[in-house]
């Protein structure tokens, strides 16, 4: 995943900023790349509680595969990120790639990343394919 990532055109976006704490500064003055895998983690999380519906959260439940992430240009402390996610245009029975995209207040790449989900039912934990509705709300 060498080149930078865009949303295929027409395709939903979520987007929120983020200024990193004093905490998510490390030893070399910039942004961790831990930090970067959390605020990943709320770019998934916040885009599902956008948009899936208050009622229908509680059955379901998504579990990371897989983070593949780039990292490019480190983000300063008092310097304001804003992130992208999107999703892939369908999944793979209960898989689903997201992609997110962290730029620097200048436009530039931080970080991106594609991971990969699995939509499980919250009551069994059992792998559900996803479903139609899911889809539609997130393409």
């Excluded at 831990?34 to 956008?50: E, G, L, P």
């Excluded at 059955?59 to 304001?80: C, F, K, N, Q, S």
């Excluded at 990120?81 to 898989?95: N, S, Y």
């Amino acid at each position: 995943m060498s080149r930078r990532l865009e949303p295929p055109p027409g395709r939903q976006v979520f987007t929120r900023e983020f200024t990193p704490s004093p905490s998510d500064i490390d030893e070399n003055g910039h942004v961790n790349n831990v930090v970067y895998v959390r605020w990943i983690q709320d770019m998934a999380t916040s885009h599902w509680r956008a948009l899936q519906p208050d009622g229908e959260q509680a059955a379901w439940a998504w579990i990371v595969l897989r983070h593949e992430i780039d990292y490019r240009r480190a983000l300063m402390p008092g310097e304001t990120a804003l992130a992208t996610t999107w999703v892939a245009e369908a999944p793979e029975g209960p898989r689903f790639d997201r992609f997110v995209r962290i730029d620097g207040p200048d436009g530039a790449m931080c970080a991106q990343s594609r991971t990969v989900w699995c939509l499980v039912e919250a009551g069994t934990g059992r792998p559900k394919r996803v479903t139609p509705d899911i889809v539609a709300r997130f393409t």
